[in-house]
């Protein structure tokens, strides 16, 4: 039974849902079968119920200007934001596509479906659907890179560079120096960094904007939306995060 409940903690943790789909799947004879198709149910739910609670999600798949980077956060439900913040992202993506066609803006983790409070780990604020992280845009040798990020969810890979930090403990400003020659070695496309900055710094919508503070300097052009988010957060030299 504590096997059971901690494994219900750990999906819910991930998920939101998922634990109660572990908890109800135990009743059942074929547990694993039962988890899958209550989990199925739950995640089919979520997406017509969320919006009634004024949370959408940001579109998993197609060809639009705006899409996640990976089907592991729409799996984990971890694609939801508030109304007017998809609208924001997805009017920075359009007007990015238009002015560089074919890019691709991805988005990475935004929020739970459910309840204001609920914590998205391993993130401190994600957890009122007004935030939400967009992948950089990355090229390889001068050639942009459509739909691509160094890692495969689009974080934990991290820009060369000074820490404005020194070392602290506890601290989710990880550095993971292991990690990193395992990346290919695409760099931040200047062009795009530059505008999308810019774009969502004029958008009366966005109210924050984080990123590495070396990063703010060569990309955002001293935009006063933009800020450093802190030596007890993350990193931000992987991602840019918005928030109403």
Not at 4 to 33: D, E, I, N, P
Request: proline residues 9%; aromatic residues 12%.
């Amino acid at each position: 039974m504590a096997l059971h409940l901690a494994l219900a903690a750990v999906l819910t943790v991930l998920t939101q849902l998922g634990g109660l789909a572990w908890l109800v799947s135990r009743l059942f004879r074929r547990k694993f079968l039962a988890f899958a198709l209550l989990y199925a149910g739950l995640w089919l739910g979520a997406l017509m119920i969320a919006p009634l609670f004024g949370r959408v999600p940001i579109s998993c798949h197609g060809d639009g200007p705006l899409v996640m980077r990976s089907w592991v956060f729409c799996f984990a439900n971890r694609n939801y934001v508030a109304r007017d913040l998809r609208a924001a992202a997805g009017d920075m993506a359009a007007k990015m596509a238009k002015t560089h066609p074919g890019t691709v803006t991805l988005a990475l983790d935004g929020n739970f479906p459910f309840l204001n409070g609920f914590p998205l780990l391993p993130h401190l604020s994600h957890r009122d659907g007004r935030k939400l992280d967009l992948a950089f845009y990355y090229t390889d040798q001068g050639r942009y890179l459509p739909g691509q990020t160094r890692s495969p969810l689009g974080y934990f890979a991290f820009e060369p560079g000074e820490s404005a930090c020194p070392p602290r403990f506890p601290t989710l400003r990880w550095d993971l120096p292991w990690l990193q020659p395992l990346w290919p070695d695409y760099a931040p496309e200047p062009e795009r960094m530059r505008l999308a900055l810019r774009l969502l710094s004029c958008d009366p919508r966005i109210g924050k904007i984080f990123l590495e503070p070396r990063l703010a300097a060569k990309f955002g052009s001293g935009a006063p939306k933009i800020r450093f988010q802190g030596c007890a957060a993350a990193r931000h030299d992987d991602h840019i995060h918005i928030q109403l």
